[in-house]
C-alpha cells in the first residue's frame, strides 16, 4: 500500500510564494517518477511538473521560471517552490507517482488526496 500526503497549500496574495510537500509513506525500495497536477473548478486535470529518479524535470510552459520542483529520494519526498504566484494558479494541486517499487510489491501509479492553492490578486 502506498500513501501520497500533500501540505502546504493555503491562501496567498499574488507575486507571493508557497512551497508544496509530498510524502509518500509505506516501505518504499524507488519510484521511479513523480510530478505535481493542479486542477481548477471547471477545468481539466493539468500537469505542472514531472521529476524522475535521477533528476530529469519538465514542467508546463506556464509554469516555467516561476515554480521549482524537487526531491529527496531517501526521504521518498518531493517538493513543489512556488514563487511569482498568480491568480490563475488557484488549483486543487495534486501530487502523483509512477512506478513504484515496494516490500509488498510493483505499484503502477499513486495520487495523493490534493491540497488547495488560491492565490489572490
Known amino acids: 500500500q502506498v500513501q501520497l500526503v500533500e501540505s502546504g497549500g493555503g491562501l496567498v496574495q499574488a507575486g507571493g510564494s508557497l512551497r508544496l510537500s509530498c510524502a509518500a509513506s509505506?516501505?518504499?525500495?524507488?519510484?521511479?517518477?513523480m510530478g505535481w497536477h493542479r486542477q481548477a473548478p471547471g477545468k481539466q486535470r493539468e500537469l505542472v511538473a514531472t521529476i524522475t529518479r535521477d533528476d530529469t524535470i519538465d514542467y508546463a510552459d506556464s509554469v516555467k521560471g516561476r515554480f521549482t520542483i524537487s526531491r529527496d529520494n531517501a526521504k521518498n519526498t518531493m517538493y513543489l517552490q512556488m514563487n511569482s504566484l498568480e491568480p490563475e494558479d488557484t488549483s486543487v494541486y495534486y501530487c502523483n507517482a509512477a512506478g513504484i517499487y515496494t516490500r509488498s510489491g510493483y505499484f503502477a501509479a499513486a495520487w495523493g488526496q490534493g491540497t488547495q492553492v488560491t492565490v489572490s490578486s
Open positions: 509505506g516501505t518504499i525500495f524507488s519510484i521511479n517518477i
